[in-house]
């Protein structure tokens, strides 16, 4: 199994990324998927969450209208665009997929936001 993201970095505020999330090893369609956040010292936050047909999002409210996951079951991958990022938006960026009680985590992607 692997779940790995990419396109972390450093963007200045109110400005714009674009995460991936490649996922192999498993049926992909079935699982739930979701991105957190990690800042240091804190726990695990949800950021946004796609359910396994791609209709039904969930978003935290600190990122509703700034957000938005989406997926396409026939690559595997799970995407988070973020648009008008803030300073509190830096944080390692986590993806987890999740099927009843399996879970699988990427390695994480780190956003910084600053000028």
């Known amino acids: 199994v692997r779940v790995v993201e990419s396109g972390g970095g450093l963007v200045q505020p109110g400005g714009s990324l674009r995460l991936s999330c490649a996922a192999s090893?498993?049926?992909?369609?079935?699982?739930?998927m979701s991105w957190y956040r990690q800042v240091s010292g804190k726990g695990r936050e949800l950021v946004a969450e796609?359910?396994?047909?791609?209709?039904?999002?969930t978003y935290a409210d600190s990122v509703k209208g700034r957000f938005s996951i989406f997926r396409d079951n026939a690559k595997n991958t799970v995407w988070l665009q973020m648009n008008s990022l803030k300073s509190e938006d830096t944080a390692v960026y986590y993806c987890?997929?999740?099927?009843?009680?399996?879970?699988?985590w990427g390695q994480g992607t780190q956003v910084t936001v600053s000028s």
């Open positions: 090893g498993f049926t992909f369609s079935m699982y739930v």
């Open positions: 796609i359910a396994s047909a791609g209709v039904s999002t």
């Open positions: 987890r997929a999740n099927y009843l009680s399996r879970n699988y």
